[in-house]
């Protein structure tokens, strides 16, 4: 038993048993999470090994981590009595908690169908109690806003006199036009809209709202809570009209509402959906699947329940969905991903096993810069005001750079936000301005403008010799993305001046891989002598299959002797100054012994970048800190 507690207690296994600290199976399905008073409170299903009928009733379960779950019993029982609605044998499903800081009360909402009727009750249920961990006691049930239209249905489609009888068959498309059109919402109009599979949403001002698949699971609804989220305020809208959602799970970060969802295929899996929002009570927007990778199409072969925000970690979100067994529903197993971010949307990635670490390595880092013996920090630069790059320490190229690179260089498209420096490259086609027919310079020729980015350097405004270098940051990995973060030396033309790329990412024949090279001056113009170490991306997700959607650490150690170039701590690169002397158009100088400024860019195609994936466009390049240190003197 102990054994069994240890791996509970380290990571998160999606998809396998999951014990509570009592060594049995964690039995609380179609849940969600509440954080109270420095702990989670996990409510759910109990389910049994014959039925999915509530015989037991809604179950509690506490952790401070997330990892390890004690059972705190049955929050809401199941009644004995035939006449109530919970009695044995109901079905009630996806419970939801959420707490009033006003009147002091745990409200619980879950989805209950009558015993004996199938699925024809469509219920919200509501029970209350003065405890985190229950009894909860039923207070009341029935449908959603009796008498009351939704915000969002027009005058014309209130009034419209198209009703159900008119149509002989269903699924076709004068009836789904209908659906749309409210043909559902009109009917249930006088006896309340329908609410199954639903979750609960309190947001930064502590109002409150109910999301539920509603008009036979055609169409979601968000009706507004009163203030102690005991009843209705009448005002609520429809998502996604004839859409066939179910199973809603909400968030919000930086002031954006997200919803996954799922379509509705019985206790078969299928392709979860995405929606946001700038207002909850607004206009959605439909998005394609966030799942990607194998089984993405299945959701990973589960069904989302709720979407838990970690405490203590910031922009940290936990997809939780079920994996749901209809034939011995008590092993029905959990599946809990953390939600990854690109393109400020958020993605869905499979893991065989994680823990909360993860969300360090996905975030900004926003601790103070470490201190490193021997050395003192000379310069830093956090990204933490929300603006463009400091423009006493930043300048920005302009226009088509080099190596017949696809895009066109801009400072729009380098922000600072929550802690980071993003570059974003873009597809956005126009004209270019520095066009000539029949020009032989590849900058002229190019009728168009395709892509943009920004590159950024630190040229005559911060300038080092020698160092120890740090940067944290985040790449691009898709194809036609061509990162750098590197280093040229200010006196001399290229390459006599010296050029250190502390990282490169490209494709070499198609292959992508990491570079850390020194490059300096031969007898050729143009043409230079390098150190090159190119190491194949697999040398990192091989270790990490999820490499490429965290932060790394890429450093250069340069001294008198040698520069020394790290990637997460592992030495990828070690050039020694005494083979560094350029040839006589550098005047046999050593252009390592002299300052070097800073460059952070983000090219598409060119020599190296390879062909663009347009798909994957807006591509985000994102750089959490840039720390110089110099040794103590």
């Not at 009843?231 to 509402?257: C, Q, S």
């Not at 439909?286 to 405490?311: K, R, Y």
């Not at 895009?407 to 301005?433: F, H, M, T």
Request: hydrophobic share 35%; glycine share 8%; aromatic share 12%.
């Amino acid at each position: 038993m102990q054994q069994k507690n240890e791996i509970v207690g380290k990571s998160i296994l999606p998809g396998e048993k999951w014990f509570d600290t009592d060594g049995e199976i964690i039995n609380a399905h179609g849940g969600g999470i509440l954080y109270h008073e420095g702990k989670y409170y996990w409510f759910g299903e109990h389910k049994g090994e014959r039925s999915n009928a509530a015989l037991v009733g809604v179950t509690c379960y506490s952790s401070s981590n997330l990892y390890s779950w004690k059972n705190e019993g049955i929050a809401l029982p199941v009644s004995e009595d035939p006449a109530s609605p919970v009695v044995k044998g109901s079905t009630i499903e996806r419970p939801k908690v959420i707490y009033n800081a006003k009147t002091g009360k745990f409200m619980m909402y879950f989805h209950l169908e009558l015993k004996g009727k199938g699925y024809d009750a469509a219920h919200v249920a509501v029970a209350v109690s003065d405890q985190v961990t229950g009894p909860y006691t039923l207070v009341k049930n029935g449908r959603v806003n009796a008498g009351k239209w939704p915000e969002n249905m027009t005058e014309a489609q209130q009034n419209s006199p198209v009703k159900s009888t008119d149509f002989e068959k269903w699924w076709t498309p004068e009836w789904m036009a209908a659906i749309q059109e409210g043909l559902f919402a009109r009917r249930d109009l006088e006896g309340g809209q329908m609410s199954r599979d639903m979750t609960l949403f309190v947001d930064d001002d502590d109002k409150a709202y109910h999301i539920y698949s509603s008009e036979d699971n055609l169409t979601l609804q968000i009706a507004e809570l009163t203030d102690d989220y005991l009843d209705y305020t009448g005002k609520y809208i429809r998502v996604e009209p004839g859409g066939h959602n179910e199973a809603p799970a909400i968030f919000k970060k930086d002031g954006r509402y997200f919803m996954i969802t799922s379509g509705c295929t019985g206790w078969d899996p299928n392709a979860a959906r995405l929606l946001t929002t700038d207002h909850i009570m607004g206009e959605w927007t439909l998005h394609p699947n966030p799942c990607i990778g194998e089984d993405a199409e299945l959701t990973f072969h589960s069904q989302s329940t709720f979407i838990l925000p970690v405490q203590g970690k910031k922009n940290a979100f936990i997809f939780m969905a079920d994996r749901w067994r209809p034939q011995n529903p008590i092993d029905g197993r959990y599946i809990w991903l953390p939600i990854l971010f690109e393109n400020g949307l958020p993605i869905l990635k499979w893991f065989d096993e994680w823990d909360m670490g993860i969300f360090d390595e996905i975030s900004a880092d926003a601790s103070a810069p470490k201190e490193v013996e021997g050395y003192k920090l000379i310069w830093n630069d956090e990204f933490d005001n929300d603006s463009a790059p400091d423009n006493e320490v930043w300048s920005f190229e302009e226009g088509f750079a080099r190596n017949h690179e696809l895009q066109w260089y801009q400072d729009g498209n380098a922000v600072c936000r929550d802690g980071l420096l993003v570059i974003s490259a873009r597809r956005e086609k126009r004209e270019n301005p520095l066009y000539a027919r029949g020009s032989d310079d590849w900058r002229r020729s190019r009728e168009y403008i395709e892509y943009t980015s920004s590159s950024i350097k630190t040229q005559g405004k911060k300038e080092f010799q020698y160092g120890r270098f740090e940067i944290r940051a985040k790449i691009p990995t898709a194809s036609g993305a061509w990162p750098a973060i590197w280093t040229l030396g200010t006196k001399m033309e290229w390459p006599s001046n010296g050029e250190i790329d502390i990282m490169e990412y490209y494709r070499i024949d198609g292959i992508p891989h990491i570079l850390a090279n020194v490059a300096w001056g031969t007898e050729e113009k143009w043409n230079a002598e390098w150190n090159t170490s190119a190491i194949p991306f697999t040398h990192f997700t091989s270790r990490d299959p999820h490499w490429a959607d965290k932060f790394h650490i890429w450093r250069m150690d340069w001294d008198e002797e040698a520069i020394r170039l790290y990637l997460d701590d592992e030495l990828l690169n070690e050039t020694l100054l005494s083979e560094t002397v350029n040839g006589s158009l550098g005047k046999f100088k050593n252009p390592f012994k002299q300052p070097h400024y800073l460059l952070l860019n983000l090219a598409i195609g060119g020599q190296h970048g390879g062909t663009p994936d347009d798909p994957a466009f807006p591509l985000n390049y994102e750089i959490d800190y840039v720390r110089v240190y110099q040794r103590d003197k």
